[in-house]
């Protein structure tokens, strides 16, 4: 059982990034999932969640507008687009298996973690 996460990079302000959470060993499809990020010094932040279903997506204030949060089921993989990056965007991003829950994603002891994809936007 394992998230990969992958598609960070270095991009300028005004560029975008897709960053990809990659399932094997599980259907991620039946998990809703998860974004996270945590720069340097500050806490973790939930960026954006979407449901099992596909019906609910949830986006932190901060990206809103700027990112969309999608599913690929035939590859077992979900996806965050990021559009108009601002520096303050740079953090390391980590998918999850999460709760998607209205005020945002909430993760426990049992959900499933990827390792961290860098995201630096800078020029």
């Known amino acids: 059982v394992q998230l990969q996460a992958s598609g960070g990079g270095l991009v300028q302000p005004g560029g975008s990034l897709r960053l990809s959470c990659a399932a094997s060993g599980f259907i991620l499809n039946n998990y809703p999932t998860g974004w996270f990020r945590q720069a340097p010094g500050n806490e973790r932040e939930g960026v954006s969640c979407i449901s099992s279903t596909d019906v609910s997506t949830y986006y932190a204030d901060s990206v809103k507008g700027r990112f969309t949060i999608s599913r690929d089921n035939a590859k077992n993989t979900v996806y965050l687009q990021m559009n108009s990056l601002k520096p303050e965007d740079t953090a390391v991003y980590y998918c999850?298996?999460?709760?998607?829950?209205?005020?945002?994603?909430?993760?426990?002891?049992?959900?499933?973690w990827g390792q961290g994809t860098q995201v630096t936007v800078s020029s």
């Open positions: 999850a298996t999460v709760t998607c829950m209205w005020m945002g994603p909430h993760t426990n002891e049992y959900d499933y």
